[in-house]
C-alpha cells in the first residue's frame, strides 16, 4: 500500500464518517490539552479516554476496573509528571505506572494531552506502516516505550513528509487499517 496526501485526506475523511465518537473525540481534541496544562482534567476525562482507546474491545471494563483501581492522587501525581517532562520516552513511562495503562493507553493519553505531538499506538496504524514499509516489524504482542518511540518518530516524519497532521494521519491509519 502507497501512502500520500491525497490518500490520507481520503482515508481521513471514511473515518470520520465511519467512528460512532467522531464529534466527541474532537471536541475533546480540543478541550483536554488545555485541561491537562492546566490540571483541571477530571477522572471522567481520564475515564472517557479508556474507553476511547479500547472501543470495540471486549475487555474496555477490566480495562477501567485497573484503572479505576489507582489511587486519585498517584494517577494525579503520574499526570502532572507526564505534562511536565520534557521527552515523549519519559512522558510516557510516567503514565504506564498507573495500573491500567500499559504503551499503547498511555500513548491514548499523551494524544489528549498534545495532538500536535503525540498519537496513538494502535495495532491497525502499526500494520498498515509495516506493510508500507515504514517500520520494519510487525507490532510485538506487548510494546515498550522504545517500541513507541520507533512509531511516533515514523509517524511524525511521514505527517512531515505529506503535509499533514498527526492526527489526520492516525484516523487515515486507522482507517486503512480495516477491521482487524
Known sequence: MELGRRVLKQQEAAYEKDEDQYAE???????LPKAFEEGTWTWEDLEWIVRWKMT?????????DDFNSNDETFVTSQIEKSVAASSPGEKLSHLIEISGVAERMG??????MNPDRFTVLDWKAWSVLHESGYLPDEMPDDPSVDDYLLYLGSCWAIANEYDVSLRTLDMALWALGGDE
Open 25 to 31: 473525540e474532537m471536541e475533546r481534541l480540543e478541550t
Open 56 to 64: 470495540g474491545s471486549p475487555f474496555v471494563g477490566k480495562v477501567l
Open 107 to 112: 500513548s491514548a493519553f499523551l494524544l489528549f
